[in-house]
């Protein structure tokens, strides 16, 4: 390294003992764009000696070559690594750092300060201890400030350092200095911060970052790297109840079955009795089971495999906890949402939550309301756009072990990806399970959906016929239903329109209301299913993901796509209804095929191109189809 402890040379073990046993914090910088975090994190770098000489070296050439400072040290191209960054002279993605000094080690994440990247500056706080939010001198508090702020409380970060930047810019002016820190103390006290450290410093010429500066005899504080080390570290999981996501079911062979796991919060021994959720099953540890042997005890923090007395059925994903003081179990909760994707959430929408290591399927059942972190108003929300922050309610469709994010991150903490693409579109925090996910519970019946079919001598199922407006789908359903009825079926047409007449007539054609459109036609159609009958679902339905939730919502081999496969061109030819020429001329908005999309099925069982095929020649296709690959008859 470019300055190496005296220690290592001295006594390399003695070094390496006293490092095993430092602390170690996480903390993150954070607030608007050139508040200097990656200049500050890069001065902390070099400060503490966590620089090797080949890098300070190439730091020396890039500075002169990409600097900002006309051939001084830049310190920020230490963090700053992608080639945008160093174009932009801005931070994008997220930077983890690692440095020590003699009394702790620290993790930093260096988050962007650009709006759109509000979702990485969230993923680097969700392990944050601690938060440093920078501000420039000149400039005061920002609306990124706010943002960061906002989220920082969000994400339970209690101690938090103001680092009032640059101030040699303002020639480390105490007025201006205190000016800052009452206009941030009125916005802090709004959002639920209740201490933080101010600390006037300049990144760059390293005033009260490492030591007291001589420019700042105003200021009795501690200078910034002091405030870190001297941070308590807190313990506050090893006194919570004992949790423990199962992450793995580790069956080495036949004599060892042992649940393996990073132990959220609490501490376990053997002895110790424990409840499997959301089973709610009891047994007692009997081992505490590592790689080196087994523990008398483990805490918080510590991965371990824990056997019980008992075989009791636990599976990845189930929540191993204090017997006397479980998590709640439920499947509708209140949460607090950010949303990450460029494409706006909807409700009803079915997304993938995941919770510690179960993952389950989702939907936000009601936006409540969207938070301007400016004014700190509660808006009201159809929908939450990137980078929006909203407080909703979410329904599962299985019941999940939980802890409210206050008292447990790990059990509390979820982010939602999508089905399709498997990106991660949003981060939320549970608040509380609603009311009615406690009340209410499936009443178990002794006659099933098995023998209202066998009752009625068919297979119950659903023909779900898709595809543009004008294309034939309720003309072809209407035919299938009728040579079903004529051979005995008991069947049930549900057509588009004809819904819109009652159940859907709330609804009109935004985003949100197709998608709420299609989940209620969803669940008519599995209450259906559940009576025995064959269901048609006539539905222009045009987004992958609600008909994907449709079949989710039935069993294997109850769901049955019909695309009629019509050219736009074609059913805008035949315009039975007129839309067409109502949308193109500007009539009719949100016009499926006209300026809203249609996302044609990618696996469909039956496709029907109407082009070669007259309707009573499809609806004879899909008879056919049914009687040799799927037969509705038993």
Not at 225 to 240: F, M, Q, S
């Amino acid at each position: 390294m470019a300055h190496q402890s005296a220690l290592i040379a001295e006594d390399i073990e003695a070094y390496l003992k006293a490092h095993e046993v430092k602390s170690l914090l996480r903390f993150l910088t954070c607030g608007s764009v050139d508040d200097g975090k990656s200049t500050l994190i890069g001065r902390l770098l070099y400060d503490s000696k966590m620089i090797f000489e080949d890098q300070l070296a190439a730091l020396e050439a890039d500075s002169k070559k990409l600097g900002t400072q006309g051939g001084e040290i830049d310190f920020a191209l230490l963090v700053d690594g992608l080639a945008a960054e160093r174009e932009q002279g801005i931070t994008i993605d997220v930077a983890y750092r690692f440095f020590s000094t003699d009394k702790r080690k620290f993790i930093v994440a260096d988050t962007p300060g650009h709006e759109q990247y509000t979702r990485n500056m969230v993923t680097g706080a969700s392990t944050a201890d601690a938060a440093v939010i920078l501000i420039d001198a000149r400039k005061g508090v920002l609306t990124q400030t706010r943002r960061h702020s906002y989220l920082v409380s969000l994400l339970g970060i209690r101690h938090v350092a103001l680092a009032i930047n640059k101030m040699d810019l303002v020639g480390f002016d105490q007025t201006r200095f205190e000016a800052i820190v009452a206009d941030y103390t009125d916005f802090a006290e709004q959002i639920g911060i209740k201490a933080f450290t101010a600390i006037p410093m300049s990144a760059l010429r390293g005033d009260n970052i490492t030591e007291p500066s001589d420019q700042t005899p105003w200021y009795s504080g501690p200078p910034l790297l002091r405030w870190l080390e001297d941070l308590p570290v807190e313990d506050d999981l090893r006194e919570a109840p004992f949790r423990m996501p199962v992450q793995w079911v580790n069956r080495p062979n036949l004599d060892f079955r042992g649940f393996s796991g990073q132990i959220a919060s609490g501490v376990i021994k053997p002895g110790d009795r424990i409840k499997a959720l959301p089973s709610g099953r009891e047994s007692t540890v009997e081992r505490i089971v590592t790689f080196t042997g087994d523990l008398p005890e483990a805490v918080a923090g510590q991965s371990v495999t824990l056997t019980l007395t008992d075989e009791i059925d636990v599976s990845r994903g189930d929540v191993l906890a204090q017997a006397q003081s479980p998590p709640a179990v439920a499947d509708q909760f209140e949460a607090t949402l950010v949303w990450f994707d460029d494409e706006h959430m909807l409700p009803g929408r079915p997304y993938l939550m995941k919770l510690g290591a179960r993952t389950v399927a989702a939907t936000v059942t009601e936006p409540k309301y969207k938070v301007n972190v400016n004014t700190l108003e509660h808006l009201a929300a159809k929908r939450l756009e990137l980078n929006e922050i909203g407080v909703v309610n979410l329904s599962t469709d299985a019941p999940i072990a939980f802890d409210p994010y206050v008292e447990n991150k790990d059990l509390g903490g979820f982010i939602l990806i999508d089905r399709i693409s498997n990106r991660t579109v949003g981060a939320g925090l549970i608040h509380f399970a609603l009311r009615r996910s406690q009340n209410i519970h499936w009443q178990a019946m002794d006659v099933d959906k098995r023998h209202r079919a066998a009752a009625k001598g068919q297979k119950a199922s659903v023909l779900w016929f898709t595809g543009l407006s004008g294309g034939g789908k309720s003309t072809i359903a209407n035919l299938v239903e009728k040579k079903l009825s004529a051979d005995g079926r008991h069947t049930y047409l549900l057509d588009g329109d004809n819904v819109r007449h009652g159940l859907n007539k709330d609804l009109g054609f935004t985003e949100e209301d197709r998608v709420e459109n299609i989940r209620r036609v969803a669940e008519v159609a599995k209450l259906m299913v559940d009576a025995g009958l064959i269901v048609l679902v006539s539905f222009i339905s045009p987004f992958r993901a609600e008909r994907r939730m449709a079949r989710e919502a039935l069993a294997d081999g109850e769901f049955v796509e019909v695309f009629v496969d019509t050219p736009l061109a074609e059913a805008e030819r035949r315009d039975v209804k007129g839309l067409y020429a109502k949308a193109r001329a500007g009539e009719l908005k949100n016009f499926t095929g006209v300026d809203s999309p249609y996302e044609p099925p990618e696996h469909a069982e039956i496709v029907i191109d109407t082009t070669k095929l007259t309707p009573e020649a499809a609806a004879e296709q899909i008879v056919a189809w049914l009687d040799q690959g799927f037969d509705p008859g038993i």
